[in-house]
């Protein structure tokens, strides 16, 4: 297979979805090239079977620009997405999220499950998520983390899925999405506004049938996921209907998704591109500041920092909560994901610098004060990811000025850790002191 | 536990390189080696810091400062730095504008690029011989004034000049195009035997031109009733 052969039947989904179905502005730029944040993070997303929240205002294509995505990427007909989303709402049950009891045998005195398209298939869309009531959001906790479906004593697991959830801005109607859930997001995207422009000419051409539709595709892939087989064999006959709908695809609209074993070798592909020492770095340092506390050892969302603290200036002052392991899982997913997409050889900080923001926007609890003082300033992106986005840049500056310092004492780090009589670093961040407790340089306070 | 810094490696003894360390480097090791070359062609052609300029020297000089560039990987940046180097006594020891001038139409005719644009507004030196054999498809495009000799043995070549220029512009050249804003000094176009000399100024004189056009300010001046092609 020749290099950039994925990435470029990759390219053609994104132009087909953006010159026909998603109609919107570019508004990411790396490495020169411009993109539409809600199709590219969504075709990352899919391809390195990510979990994605896309926020914005009613109507501006959340959902459809994830049912697209996955449609095509994962070749599943648009009507097979459709009747597998879960739409969120008070009423919302267990039973039709991931499964319920087979009725027919339950009457014969046996305990088997009927899974839910929506546990099946590897496209998940969750719509409205911040509409399901905060109790209820803890049932789809596992499943959003490892693809693990529990229902009655029987479990599903999902070898390969992508979840995509959709939450309106805050509402009568709508609920805080609890911590432990909006973690397990790797990624928070806004679908914007198209402009007044490209708005008028959204809908001008008037179809009878959408053409990521395919009724015959859609019936058989119905009766497949609501037969009796185990799941490995019905996702095998899937894999055989979505063949054919993605030959009818690439046939009439000219554009090619990946069937399972393509998404496995991209999948691979990405997860062996390596970080440079500045990407690495740059993202420890980053880490640092999201976790360190110096009175406390680490930052808790129960614990307060004090004022007057010598790091009053990094964000470990600005914020309530600690970065979750989830976090850095995140980065180097999507990170690794974008240099694939953009066929570079390493991740590297234009990578980091454009993915990170996403990864934090939604992870962050700012502390009022801070946030009382950011508010009135002027943006273009949600609070939340302009908060993101300027952290990063922050932490950005500093490592500019501290760079050759840091790499430095990461290198003394790696001398002491293997054994050499070696004094590690002093320095003006949070990064220094973690390094001294690595190498065991810092005693830490005694509980 | 596994070593969380061992990526960190072969961090040691690094040393940081921004871009601009390594550009400022190239350029002035560049800057070096043509500073190399002109005194290379001074020591051979101004021992006594006396240079006479007559057609032989010129040719002998112009060979010699080829030779000197051999080798050498330049831009026209690199040309037109070098020209502020002959405004500053600690870079050139001692300037003299005939050499000069035969040194840098060399760097020009040998340079890469097909334009060059030199600009020379704040320089103090005016050079002599500028644009001297500039062969076909070259453009050389100087901002600012020029000395005496300019476009001597043009050789199809389109010189522009955003100034005025002295005595003798486009002597003996022999095709190609000379283009002056604003004026030129006696003997202009002497011994031209092709080619067009066009200028937006003043002419004070013309030398004994022998074929060619030459226009000032847009009136055609040879050839015409008054001065006629002359015959060595």
Same mark, same amino acid.
């Given at each position: 297979?020749?290099?950039?052969?994925?990435?470029?039947?990759?390219?053609?989904?994104?132009?087909?979805?953006?010159?026909?179905?998603?109609?919107?502005?570019?508004?990411?730029?790396?490495?020169?090239?411009?993109?539409?944040?809600?199709?590219?993070?969504?075709?990352?997303?899919?391809?390195?079977?990510?979990? +994605?929240? *896309? @926020? =914005?205002? !009613?109507? %501006? #294509?959340?959902?459809?620009?994830?049912?697209?995505?996955?449609?095509?990427?994962?070749?599943?007909?648009?009507?097979?997405?459709?009747?597998?989303?879960?739409?969120?709402?008070?009423?919302?049950?267990? +039973?039709? *999220? @991931? =499964?319920? !009891?087979? %009725? #027919?045998?339950?009457?014969?005195?046996?305990?088997?499950?009927?899974?839910?398209?929506?546990?099946?298939?590897?496209?998940?869309?969750?719509?409205?998520?911040?509409?399901?009531?905060?109790?209820?959001?803890?049932? *789809?906790?596992?499943?959003?983390?490892? #693809?693990?479906?529990?229902?009655?004593?029987?479990?599903?697991?999902?070898?390969?899925?992508?979840?995509?959830?959709?939450?309106?801005?805050?509402?009568?109607?709508?609920?805080?999405?609890?911590?432990?859930?909006?973690?397990?997001?790797?990624?928070?995207?806004?679908?914007?506004?198209?402009?007044?422009?490209?708005?008028?000419?959204?809908?001008?051409?008037?179809?009878?049938?959408?053409?990521?539709?395919?009724?015959?595709?859609?019936?058989?892939?119905?009766?497949?996921?609501?037969?009796?087989?185990?799941?490995?064999?019905?996702?095998?006959?899937?894999?055989?209907?979505?063949?054919?709908?993605?030959?009818?695809?690439?046939?009439?609209?000219?554009?090619?998704?990946?069937?399972?074993?393509?998404?496995?070798?991209?999948?691979?592909?990405?997860?062996?591109?390596?970080?440079?020492?500045?990407?690495?770095?740059?993202?420890?340092?980053?880490?640092?500041?999201?976790?360190?506390?110096?009175?406390?050892?680490?930052?808790?969302?129960?614990?307060?920092?004090?004022?007057?603290?010598?790091?009053?200036?990094?964000?470990?002052?600005?914020?309530?909560?600690?970065?979750?392991?989830?976090?850095?899982?995140?980065?180097?997913?999507?990170?690794?994901?974008?240099?694939?997409?953009?066929?570079?050889?390493?991740?590297?900080?234009?990578?980091?610098?454009?993915?990170?923001?996403?990864?934090?926007?939604?992870?962050?609890?700012?502390?009022?004060?801070?946030?009382?003082?950011?508010?009135?300033?002027?943006?273009?992106?949600?609070?939340?990811?302009?908060?993101?986005?300027?952290?990063?840049?922050?932490?950005?500056?500093?490592?500019?000025?501290?760079?050759?310092?840091?790499?430095?004492?990461?290198?003394?780090?790696?001398?002491?850790?293997?054994?050499?009589?070696?004094?590690?670093?002093?320095?003006?961040?949070?990064?220094?002191?973690?390094?001294?407790?690595?190498?065991?340089?810092?005693?830490?306070?005694?509980? | 536990?596994?070593?969380?810094?061992?990526?960190?490696?072969?961090?040691?003894?690094?040393?940081?390189?921004?871009?601009?360390?390594?550009?400022?480097?190239?350029?002035?090791?560049?800057?070096?080696?043509?500073?190399?070359?002109?005194?290379?062609?001074?020591?051979?052609?101004?021992?006594?810091?006396?240079?006479?300029?007559?057609?032989?020297?010129?040719?002998?000089?112009?060979?010699?400062?080829?030779?000197?560039?051999?080798?050498?990987?330049?831009?026209?940046?690199?040309?037109?730095?070098?020209?502020?180097?002959?405004?500053?006594?600690?870079?050139?020891?001692?300037?003299?504008?005939?050499?000069?001038?035969?040194?840098?139409?060399?760097?020009?005719?040998?340079?890469?690029?097909?334009?060059?644009?030199?600009?020379?507004?704040?320089?103090?030196?005016?050079?002599?011989?500028?644009?001297?054999?500039?062969?076909?498809?070259?453009?050389?495009?100087?901002?600012?004034?020029?000395?005496?000799?300019?476009?001597?043995?043009?050789?199809?070549?389109?010189?522009?000049?955003?100034?005025?220029?002295?005595?003798?512009?486009?002597?003996?050249?022999?095709?190609?195009?000379?283009?002056?804003?604003?004026?030129?000094?006696?003997?202009?176009?002497?011994?031209?035997?092709?080619?067009?000399?066009?200028?937006?100024?003043?002419?004070?004189?013309?030398?004994?031109?022998?074929?060619?056009?030459?226009?000032?300010?847009?009136?055609?001046?040879?050839?015409?009733?008054?001065?006629?092609?002359?015959?060595?």
């Amino acid at each position: 297979m020749k290099d950039g052969y994925y990435q470029e039947r990759i390219r053609g989904v994104y132009d087909y979805i953006s010159n026909n179905l998603y109609l919107n502005r570019p508004d990411i730029e790396v490495k020169g090239e411009h993109f539409n944040s809600a199709i590219m993070f969504g075709l990352l997303t899919c391809l390195n079977g990510g979990k +994605e929240l *896309i @926020i =914005g205002e !009613p109507g %501006l #294509g959340k959902t459809t620009s994830a049912e697209y995505v996955g449609s095509i990427l994962y070749r599943y007909p648009l009507g097979v997405i459709w009747g597998s989303e879960v739409s969120g709402h008070p009423e919302q049950t267990e +039973e039709k *999220i @991931i =499964g319920r !009891p087979d %009725l #027919g045998e339950l009457n014969q005195g046996k305990e088997k499950v009927v899974w839910s398209n929506f546990a099946q298939i590897p496209v998940k869309v969750v719509d409205e998520i911040n509409r399901l009531p905060e109790t209820k959001q803890s049932m *789809i906790l596992n499943g959003v983390d490892r #693809g693990n479906w529990e229902y009655l004593n029987e479990i599903l697991i999902n070898d390969e899925y992508c979840l995509f959830a959709t939450a309106n801005y805050q509402d009568r109607g709508t609920n805080t999405i609890i911590a432990p859930l909006i973690d397990r997001f790797d990624f928070l995207v806004e679908s914007r506004h198209p402009g007044p422009n490209i708005a008028f000419t959204i809908g001008k051409e008037a179809r009878l049938n959408h053409p990521l539709r395919h009724p015959q595709s859609e019936k058989e892939l119905h009766q497949v996921l609501r037969g009796n087989k185990p799941h490995e064999e019905k996702m095998a006959l899937a894999e055989e209907i979505c063949d054919l709908y993605g030959e009818y695809m690439k046939e009439n609209l000219g554009v090619e998704g990946l069937n399972k074993e393509e998404r496995r070798k991209v999948k691979e592909e990405m997860m062996g591109i390596s970080f440079d020492l500045d990407a690495n770095a740059f993202v420890r340092m980053v880490l640092a500041e999201l976790s360190f506390c110096h009175r406390y050892g680490q930052k808790r969302s129960v614990e307060a920092c004090e004022e007057g603290c010598h790091y009053t200036g990094y964000l470990c002052h600005h914020i309530k909560n600690c970065a979750s392991n989830r976090l850095p899982i995140s980065v180097r997913n999507y990170s690794q994901a974008l240099a694939w997409f953009l066929e570079d050889d390493e991740v590297d900080l234009e990578h980091i610098r454009l993915a990170i923001p996403y990864t934090l926007a939604h992870r962050i609890q700012w502390k009022d004060s801070y946030l009382s003082k950011k508010e009135g300033e002027g943006r273009n992106d949600p609070f939340q990811i302009y908060l993101a986005k300027e952290a990063t840049e922050e932490i950005f500056q500093r490592y500019n000025e501290q760079r050759e310092y840091l790499l430095e004492a990461l290198a003394v780090g790696n001398k002491a850790f293997i054994g050499e009589e070696i004094s590690p670093l002093d320095g003006d961040h949070p990064i220094y002191e973690e390094i001294k407790k690595d190498i065991g340089a810092k005693d830490e306070k005694s509980l | 536990m596994k070593n969380p810094f061992e990526s960190f490696h072969q961090v040691g003894g690094r040393k940081r390189e921004i871009p601009l360390d390594k550009i400022l480097q190239s350029k002035e090791e560049t800057l070096s080696k043509i500073l190399n070359g002109y005194e290379h062609l001074l020591k051979n052609e101004a021992k006594d810091l006396v240079w006479l300029m007559q057609y032989s020297t010129v040719i002998k000089a112009y060979s010699i400062a080829e030779k000197g560039l051999e080798g050498i990987e330049y831009t026209a940046e690199d040309i037109e730095e070098f020209c502020y180097a002959l405004d500053r006594s600690d870079q050139i020891p001692y300037l003299i504008t005939g050499p000069a001038g035969v040194y840098i139409s060399a760097l020009c005719n040998y340079a890469k690029e097909e334009e060059i644009t030199l600009h020379l507004r704040d320089l103090n030196v005016k050079v002599n011989l500028t644009g001297y054999r500039l062969p076909p498809n070259k453009k050389l495009i100087v901002e600012g004034n020029v000395g005496d000799f300019t476009g001597i043995g043009l050789d199809g070549g389109e010189l522009i000049i955003e100034g005025s220029g002295k005595n003798y512009t486009g002597a003996g050249m022999k095709r190609g195009k000379i283009i002056v804003r604003h004026n030129l000094g006696f003997n202009t176009g002497h011994g031209m035997t092709g080619g067009e000399i066009i200028v937006g100024g003043r002419i004070k004189g013309l030398g004994k031109i022998v074929g060619g056009k030459i226009f000032e300010r847009e009136h055609l001046v040879f050839p015409n009733e008054g001065v006629k092609p002359f015959y060595f």
